[in-house]
C-alpha cells in the first residue's frame, strides 16, 4: 500500500505561480514514476506532469513551458512548480504513483483545487 499527501494548492490570480507537493509513503516500488493529473467537472482526468525515478519527465504542450516536475532529495516526493497560470488551469489535481515497468501499484492522492482568476 502506497500513501500519497498533496499540499500547495489555492486560489491565484492569472499569470500568477503555485507550487505543488505530493510525499509517498508506505511500500513503494524502486521503480516508479510519479506525477500530476488534473479534472474539472463533467471531464476526464488529464495528464500534467509525470517524472520517473530516473528523472525523465513528461508534459502535455499545454503546460510544457509553464510547469515543472521534480524530484525531492528523497525520491519520494514530487513537486510541480506552475508558472504563468491561466483561468483554464483551474481544477482539481491529483498526485499519482505508479509502479513501472507493469503500474501494478497505481495510487492517487485526494486531490488538491487550484483555482486561478482571471
Known amino acids: 500500500q502506497v500513501q500519497l499527501v498533496e499540499s500547495g494548492g489555492g486560489l491565484v490570480q492569472a499569470g500568477g505561480s503555485l507550487r505543488l507537493s505530493c510525499a509517498a509513503s508506505?511500500?513503494?516500488?524502486?521503480?516508479?514514476?510519479m506525477g500530476w493529473y488534473r479534472q474539472t467537472p463533467g471531464k476526464q482526468r488529464e495528464l500534467v506532469a509525470t517524472i520517473t525515478n530516473s528523472g525523465r519527465t513528461n508534459y502535455p504542450d499545454s503546460v510544457k513551458r509553464r510547469f515543472t516536475i521534480s524530484r525531492g532529495n528523497a525520491k519520494n516526493t514530487v513537486y510541480l512548480q506552475m508558472n504563468s497560470l491561466e483561468p483554464g488551469d483551474t481544477a482539481v489535481y491529483y498526485c499519482?504513483?505508479?509502479?513501472?515497468?507493469?503500474?501494478?501499484?497505481?495510487?492517487w492522492g485526494q486531490g488538491t483545487q487550484v483555482t486561478v482568476s482571471s
Open positions: 499519482n504513483f505508479r509502479s513501472l515497468p507493469t503500474g501494478l501499484q497505481d495510487y
Open positions: 508506505g511500500r513503494i516500488s524502486v521503480n516508479n514514476a
